[in-house]
């Protein structure tokens, strides 16, 4: 099993930044791909961003590409989103999932409020 704990949302202005952690326990970290995810009031959830194993490689949603950054220290059992240039569609709680053994996000933290006011 596999516990995920985000932090660092709140409240930001438009074109501010913010970069929530998602700490990992459980299996090794470096065994499995993680993602950062989002929903919005009355909308369904969406990927944001997601890194494989290692970290070399990443994949990120066109809404955010160019603003966002997906990494993850393995050695600190942490991935990471830094956020820039935020926007109030943003707004959202943002969740970090890891993979489970058959390559589909099975592991999900509890959510971390992300706002952005206009």
């Known amino acids: 099993q596999v516990q995920l704990v985000e932090s660092g949302g709140g409240l930001v202005q438009a074109g501010g930044s913010l970069r929530l952690s998602c700490a990992a326990s459980?299996?090794?970290?470096?065994?499995?791909?993680m993602g950062w995810f989002r929903q919005a009031p009355g909308k369904e959830r969406e990927v944001v961003a997601t890194?494989?194993?290692?970290?070399?490689?990443?994949y990120y949603a066109n809404s955010v590409k160019g603003r966002f950054t997906i990494s993850r220290d393995n050695a600190k059992n942490t991935v990471y989103l830094q956020m820039n240039s935020l926007k109030p569609e943003d707004t959202a709680v943002y969740y970090c999932?890891?993979?489970?053994?058959?390559?589909?996000?099975?592991?999900w933290g509890q959510g971390t409020q992300v706002t952005v006011s206009s």
């Open positions: 890194i494989n194993r290692s970290g070399g490689n990443a």
């Open positions: 999932a890891g993979e489970g053994v058959r390559g589909t996000y099975a592991y």
């Open positions: 459980g299996r090794t970290f470096s065994s499995y791909g």
